[in-house]
């Protein structure tokens, strides 16, 4: 359903640092891995995971992304909850159906404060999985950011509650920044007509976006293994996020004055 297999790497991901941090929020420290660039910080990006957390798979996306010199922060957004295992979905979406989403997105934004106050300088996108799609978007009508990147995020349509009372789709109307999205067209938790309406609400933020959907690719498609059937598709939408990251992050304008969330 999500990634329950970790990364095969690449030459020279061993020499990319894992740091764990604890970083202090509103409801109590949060744990996050941050790797760091050889170089100077082309940018930085925020993961949000899918629903199994701070997997292997995305603690060496991580590494990926320092590899191509962003600054990479990947916060266990579940650590408050009950640990599940790798490929556990039963066990995984019971512990969605318990996630406060409310304190979700303040420890995201705590995150967004934590690596503005160590790289003022620099642009910063969040990258969001699944239902880390569905909370980056709704992190982007609310926080102040360069761009936002989904993989396959959930935004099917829901009542509000009162541990989720955010609403995605009702939230890109609102997006703050330049979005790019990726859909595959045999998604069996996000239909066409949500990918259609995802395309309606970006369209009214007036923020430039490009909604890619790829034939033939289920949920969670991405992956950096050549033996997988989904390789090809995945090449493709990575080597798109790179150039979508490089076009919209690096220096700030005016990185001392401080930016206002809507």
């Not at 420890?107 to 969040?126: N, S, W």
């Not at 076009?247 to 809507?262: C, F, K, S």
Request: net charge negative; hydrophobic share 45%; proline share 8%.
């Amino acid at each position: 359903m999500c990634h329950d297999k970790s990364d095969p790497g690449f030459p020279g991901h061993a020499s990319i640092t894992e740091t764990f941090l604890s970083i202090d929020t509103l409801d109590g420290p949060l744990q996050a891995s941050l790797f760091m660039p050889q170089g100077a910080p082309r940018g930085c990006v925020l993961v949000a995971s899918d629903m199994f957390g701070r997997s292997p798979f995305y603690r060496m996306l991580g590494k990926r992304l320092a590899a191509e010199g962003y600054v990479a922060l990947v916060p266990e957004l579940f650590s408050r909850l009950w640990p599940v295992a790798d490929g556990d979905d039963k066990a995984g979406i019971a512990r969605i159906m318990a996630f406060d989403r409310r304190v979700a997105m303040r420890d995201l934004q705590a995150m967004i404060a934590h690596i503005r106050l160590q790289h003022p300088e620099r642009g910063l996108a969040v990258m969001g999985f699944c239902i880390g799609g569905a909370l980056a978007v709704s992190l982007a009508s609310r926080a102040a950011f360069e761009a936002t990147v989904l993989f396959y995020a959930t935004l099917s349509p829901r009542p509000a509650t009162e541990l989720s009372p955010f609403v995605p789709l009702d939230d890109l109307a609102g997006c703050g920044t330049p979005l790019l999205a990726f859909w595959g067209d045999s998604d069996e938790f996000v239909p066409a007509e949500v990918i259609d309406a995802a395309r309606d609400g970006i369209a009214r933020s007036g923020q430039p976006h490009d909604i890619v959907v790829l034939p033939g690719q289920g949920h969670a498609f991405l992956t950096f293994d050549p033996a997988e059937p989904e390789y090809a598709a995945s090449q493709q939408s990575w080597r798109q996020t790179l150039g979508f990251l490089d076009t919209h992050l690096g220096a700030r304008e005016n990185p001392l004055q401080p930016r206002v969330a809507r």
